[in-house]
């Protein structure tokens, strides 16, 4: 970024060293139209300087003297909060955990928002967790949640204080109930079957599957997300709970099959399901749809871009 350019938007970026936190700042590193943002990440995991524009802090936003500092430096007009320390298959595991780092973390971070005015966040909740299992062709927003797990009882509960820092102190939010994102930048194990079982496959290993294959999901392609994300904020959405996934389902051996046609060696064990996996839902994306016009990407074209992408990851750690 040109430093004499004026910066109107000072983003604090919590997750950016994450799976979508890393196709968010890609996408406004190669966006003009974003050249006016500065991105502060903060994050527990050191990450090497991606573009002088990008300010990296080691730290963990469940420390409120790590926000404090920050928030006294930085001016910020926005947050852009993407960070989890669990899974839904983990987060049952120390529920006291999962509530320290997660909720008690992000109202730690409202307050401090509160405190110095920040009146802007954007938080990526999860379709999926946050329902649970409706036994429904398409869930709205305006369905009953039930999770099933702590990660989805916590993503809910941090909703709803959205809402009530919305009400008492005016910060506004956008809440986005994601589904399941799959693409560049991906890198962990135990969350994202389309990229694992690729990654399963190039490395001649077999993908551990819960349950039969016959469950349905709905699959969002990252850079459709991340363009999604940014339309909205053009849009000046604010104060909304919205649904974003492609608006179709695929049943899992269907997406298995896809990356057979590039992949051919595709090996499968197939296990027990598990009972915080929520097994078929397919997200109604009328309310989305109707803020902002969007094509997606077609399905086999994604899979092939993160083919290339994990093969392209996989020869750098050879």
Partial sequence: MNKFMQVKETVLLLGGTGFIGRNIIDYVLKNK?????KIVVLSRNFQREID???????????DKSVLIRLFSKWNFTKVFHCATSTTPLTSGNNILSDINGNLIAT??????MRDFSCKS???LSSGGAVYGEKNLEKISENDICNPLSSYGVVKLTIENYLRLYQKQYGI??????ISNPFGRFHTSEKQGVVNIAIRRALQ???LEVWGDGTQSKDYLFVDDLVKIIFLLLKQEVVNKILNVGSGESYQLNCILNTIRIYLPDVKVDYV???TTDVKDFCLDISLMQSFVNFKFTELKEAIQQTIFWENSRKSILS
């Fill in 33 to 37: 139209e974003y050249s006016n943002y």
């Fill in 52 to 62: 002088e524009s990008i300010e990296y802090v080691t730290g963990d936003y469940a």
């Fill in 107 to 112: 109202i730690g971070l409202l307050d401090v």
């Fill in 121 to 123: 966040i954007l938080y």
């Fill in 172 to 177: 506004n939010y956008l809440i986005l109930r």
């Fill in 204 to 206: 001649g290993e077999t």
């Fill in 272 to 274: 027990e399901s598990k």
